[in-house]
């Protein structure tokens, strides 16, 4: 099994069903509301939101139509953020979510930098912050439920599948049996490799707000460039706690000196 998302975001109404959903689940905060000419709140993803609906109006033809976009981790087959990480923070599962294991996490956010869909977010405002982002519900699939935003979404935007595969060939089945209803491609089948999440839209996906991403897989071999980071942290570390212990160290002889030499006079 490897679980999978095929997002039909031309079903999608806009209630933020999902959205509430989610934070629900994983126990995060509402954010506060504030005025957007876009209606979407938050604008956009934050360590408190792995999941969000962005509004856009288009026009055609005289006529107004709304169109909605989910926004949240791909879950990359071969994801950038795993292997940018030097610390395994985030791994791969075999079930298919790409999870963070904060008690690994070094603070780098090379993984942040790495992710070619902007995902990671790091809670900045914390004293020990960490990186937040969309789990796939992946303690939910280990329990045989669908995630939480599947579950809760009342149109049928978000299909759960446990087959990358099979979710690809429904999206195809769309695409041939609706000729004009979808613009003709499938986001995540091949970007960056290919995601788990697969996303069918009746626009380019870039007038969605979704960041044009190149077929290449991000190369595995960021680890062999960056393994020996944690090595050298320990290194600087050691060499800091010895200079200290060091100068510690000629502090109290000094003072014993001074000590000695005023209890001679």
């Not at 791994?91 to 904060?102: F, L, N």
Request: some cysteine; hydrophobic content about 35%; proline content about 5%.
């Amino acid at each position: 099994m490897e679980a999978s998302f095929l997002i039909d975001m031309t079903k999608c109404i806009g209630c933020r069903g999902c959205q509430v959903a989610c934070k629900q689940w994983n126990q995060n905060q509402a954010d506060k509301t504030r005025i957007s000419l876009k209606f979407t709140n938050p604008v956009k993803l934050n360590a408190n939101t792995y999941t969000n609906i962005d509004f856009f109006e288009s026009e055609k033809a005289g006529h107004v139509s709304w169109n909605f976009a989910r926004n949240g981790c791909f879950h990359c087959k071969q994801p950038s953020c795993v292997s940018a990480c030097p610390v395994a923070a985030l791994i791969k599962t075999k079930e298919g979510p790409v999870i963070y294991r904060a008690e690994r996490c070094i603070g780098c956010r090379y993984c942040m930098l790495s992710c070619p869909f902007n995902i990671p977010k790091f809670e900045w405002e914390k004293i020990s912050p960490r990186i937040q982002k969309c789990t796939f519900c992946h303690e939910r699939i280990l329990d045989n439920k669908i995630p939480a935003c599947a579950k809760t979404c009342p149109s049928g935007t978000i299909h759960f599948g446990d087959s990358i595969e099979n979710n690809l060939k429904e999206a195809k089945r769309r695409l041939s049996d609706n000729p004009g209803k979808y613009f003709n491609h499938v986001y995540g089948e091949k970007e960056a490799g290919g995601t788990s999440v697969l996303l069918l839209s009746a626009l380019p996906i870039d007038q969605l707000g979704f960041q044009k991403v190149g077929d290449a897989v991000i190369p595995d071999l960021t680890w062999e460039y960056i393994s020996g980071i944690p090595a050298i942290i320990g290194v600087v570390l050691a060499a800091g706690i010895g200079s200290w212990i060091i100068t510690r160290r000629n502090k109290n002889m000094h003072e014993e000196d001074k000590t000695n030499e005023t209890g001679t006079e």
